[in-house]
């Protein structure tokens, strides 16, 4: 079974998505207006988990993340540069890619923009008008919240206090000025708008999540995910719009992960913690021992960045490594010895039984470590032959499927041949028969592989 927390019912629920093997994933995406830090890349690394267990799980995903290319703060900040709002969110456009791939985040199957889907929303605009959810006010456009009984249900907002009629136009407000909210703003001086059936003006933001999910995932999905400072205003603003446009539930399941915060701080430009991707590769942090960081704290605790932590999440990464370098690189025994396979088996099935538990990710780590414990302590009594050798790293290659944190170009396996050779002198070297072990390793450094004797047996490299 595989349940998460959903933040709608605030508990653990099963998971059943609404076609069987089939899940339909939403996340909402970077506003690009500026580089994402790497609070923002928390974020899209529980995400990222989330969708790689799922599809270890067996399932197909459509995954959609959008890109906000235009709201308030895109808006100012291409005003404040002087340039176009695509020229202004281009150069952002382009580094989020960037990142992504270097953050080892699977991409989604569709990157849909904002300013590529003013159709859609204007459309959705109008039908909330004409079913009265929504109204003019000034040339702008409203929705009125009192006319969706389920509004705050999402974020647990108390309505006693609402003022009727009270208007927010900011796309980010505080849970304290909860009031109806602008779904298309009236075009202004100087700021772009588009020419539309509704008046010359611009989306709001929150409509152009629940135009984009619903044009590629229909009326209802599966999971749609976030932070947990999106749940208010915009995720219930998304579930009043989408809700109240289709008449039939948007998402059955809310996932959202929690801040991240920099040496117990919230990260902030003026504090001087705040940190992009982009500054802490410049300090020479290796990008993927971020993302080990980033997923090793369970998605639903508040994460505390320090470089400390990033130091000891990058020592616990190297113990994996050096796990699998040492399987790849030592000589063993033909066959197999009792055990060490269904001790791999077991450590998978544990791995994945402990992410179907709400992503329990440290519960999924201890499991590997203690594999790796117990798999050394073999290795240290030579318990460990060839074909369990194979084994393991199916089983950690399976693993990192989810975890992707191993290196992604790794030295060729020896073929047949010089392992034979290796074996050869190995027997030599028992039988004292020095001059034919010398040979052979002679032979062998000819053809590039040069051999190290330790106590726990031989170990080969390649020479460069
Ligand atoms: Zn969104």
């Known amino acids: 079974m595989i349940r998460f927390f959903n933040t709608l019912s605030g508990s653990l629920e099963e998971f059943r998505p ?59 900040g291409a005003a404040r540069q002087g340039v176009s709002l695509q020229e202004y969110t281009a150069k952002y456009i382009s580094a989020f890619f960037e990142d992504l791939k270097v953050l080892r985040i699977m991409p989604a199957d569709i990157y849909p923009r904002a300013t590529e889907h003013i159709p859609d929303m204007v459309r959705m605009v109008r039908g909330l008008l004409d079913r009265g959810y929504a109204y003019y006010k000034d040339g702008s456009v409203y929705f009125s919240i009192q006319k969706f009984p389920a509004y705050g249900r999402l974020a647990k907002i108390d309505l006693e206090e609402l003022k009727a009629g009270a208007r927010v136009d900011s796309d980010e ?42 044009r590629y995932l229909g009326p209802s999905i599966d999971i749609h995910c976030g932070g947990i400072d999106n749940i208010f205003p915009h995720h219930e603003n998304e579930i009043a719009q989408s809700e109240a446009y289709y008449g039939q539930k948007f998402v059955n399941y809310w996932l959202h992960c929690h801040h ?54 990058k020592a616990s990464r190297q113990r994996i490594l050096d796990f699998v370098y040492e399987l790849e690189h030592r000589t063993f025994a033909a066959g197999s010895a009792s055990e060490v396979q269904s001790l791999a088996e077991k450590m998978l099935s544990n791995f994945r039984e402990a992410l179907a538990d709400d992503l329990n990710i440290s519960a999924a780590l201890a499991a590997l470590f203690e594999f790796i414990r117990e798999i050394n302590s073999r290795l240290s009594r030579e318990q460990v032959k060839q074909d369990d050798s194979v084994a393991i790293l199916r089983a950690l290659a399976e693993l990192d499927r989810v975890l992707a944190i191993l290196p992604e170009k790794r030295e060729d396996a020896l073929s047949p041949e010089l392992m034979e050779k290796i074996e050869q002198r190995q027997k030599a070297r028992k039988e004292k028969n020095f001059a034919l072990a010398d040979a052979l390793r002679e032979e062998l450094s000819q053809r590039g592989i040069i051999l190290e004797d330790t106590k726990e047996g031989v170990r080969w490299k390649r020479i460069k």
């Open 18 to 76: 609404l076609k069987e093997g089939e899940v339909r994933l939403y996340t909402c995406g970077p506003t690009v207006y500026d580089y994402p830090h790497i609070g923002n890349y928390r974020a899209y690394i529980f995400e990222d988990l989330l969708k790689r267990f799922l599809l270890l799980a067996g399932f197909k995903v459509i995954h959609v993340m959008n890109i906000t290319d235009v709201d308030d703060k895109t808006i100012k």
């Open 260 to 313: 991240l915060v920099v040496e117990g701080e919230k990260m902030s430009k003026s504090r001087g913690n705040f940190y992009t991707l982009r500054d802490l590769l410049e300090r020479g942090v290796d990008p993927v021992d971020l993302r080990f960081f980033l997923l090793s704290t369970h998605y639903r605790k508040m994460l505390n960045f320090t470089f400390d932590s990033l130091e000891q999440a």
């Open 173 to 214: 407000y505080e849970k304290e000025s909860v009031h109806d909210f602008a779904l298309w703003k009236k075009a202004k001086e100087g700021e772009p708008f588009w020419e539309t059936e509704l008046g010359s003006g611009r989306p709001g933001w929150h409509i152009e999540c629940s135009a984009m999910s619903t």
